[in-house]
């Protein structure tokens, strides 16, 4: 059963925390995403990765941090640096990242700071 | 201005109805555009894709898209209760590294 799976699917942090948040495919995608929603706003890209050991800033990466050390997997690590982490994160995929790529959602965590 | 705008709604429409949404963007040379729908705490879902000028049809949905005046828009015919959601546009240009801008979401609810 082929699909995008991410855990867990509620976490809560306490401040000063860090908290990794996975994310894995088995869709043989070469591309994957981490978006980060809150109300009413639409989805802000915090990293993608268009390939293993590589991996680029989106627009809102301050305080979140990555790794693409296999082809499925690609965590993301909430930092005790972002002041305001609560909200729905998401992560997508797609075939090679190219102008034409579908995006396919997991999911989705939805991390609370206590 | 913003990359990609959606009029957030929320937008009412009866059961059996036509929902129009509208959606423009920014950048000249985007190339692909989507639709997703969004359930209440769920996760986007790919509704349509659509490349080129013109109309894509999908079952009760359909896509229009029109380059010229940097504007895409969804309609769903005969809409149903289920179809309440909020719909993501969601534009990837080759001048923003093939990265997707979303729009806010335009929340619409079918009233039974």
């Known amino acids: 059963d082929g699909g995008i799976t991410q855990s867990p699917k509620y976490l809560f942090r306490k401040e000063g925390q860090n908290v990794t948040l996975s994310c894995e495919q088995n869709?043989?995608?070469?591309?994957m995403y981490w978006y980060r929603q809150d109300p009413g706003q639409g989805l802000r890209l915090i990293y993608y990765s268009q390939i293993v050991n590589d991996f680029q800033k989106g627009d809102i990466a301050e305080g979140y941090s990555v790794s693409r050390e296999k082809k499925e997997s690609f965590p993301l690590t909430v930092t005790s640096a972002q002041k305001n982490p609560t909200a729905f994160y998401l992560c997508a995929s797609s075939i090679e990242g190219g102008s034409t790529d579908t995006q396919y959602f997991g999911p989705g965590t939805r991390l609370t700071v206590l | 201005q913003k990359e990609v705008e959606q009029n957030s709604g929320p937008l009412s429409v009866p059961e059996g109805a036509i929902a129009s949404l509208n959606c423009t963007y920014s950048d000249r040379v985007s190339q692909s555009f989507f639709w997703y729908r969004q359930y209440s705490g769920k996760s986007p879902e790919l509704i349509m894709s659509i490349y080129s000028n013109g109309d894509k049809e999908d079952g009760r949905f359909t896509a229009q898209l029109n380059k010229a005046s940097q504007y895409v828009s969804l309609l769903i015919r005969d809409s149903q209760p289920s179809d309440s959601a909020t719909y993501l546009c969601a534009v990837n240009s080759r001048s923003n590294d093939y990265k997707l801008s979303f729009g806010a979401g335009t929340t619409v609810t079918v009233r039974a």
């Open positions: 869709l043989n995608h070469d591309a």
